[in-house]
């Protein structure tokens, strides 16, 4: 059975928060500052992507008028 929109943004929202989580603690671990710097980028690009799919989440709620 496919996922809807909603199982599959929710899905996504909770794997881009530990990507997130993920960059920032192997940020604090690695000692090239080239790979910390990347490493630190990536976990805001995807806490932005998280921020946008989370957005997309509630309007899809609101445009159902149900919550999950």
Do not use: C
């Amino acid at each position: 059975m496919e996922p809807d929109m909603h199982d599959f943004l929710a899905k996504s929202l909770l794997n881009e928060q530990e990507l997130v989580r993920d960059y920032q603690r192997f940020a604090m671990e690695v000692q090239d500052p080239e790979i910390e710097k990347s490493f630190r980028h990536w976990a805001e690009e995807d806490g932005l992507r998280a921020r946008k799919i989370e957005e997309f989440l509630h309007k899809l709620q609101g445009n159902h008028g149900k919550t999950r």
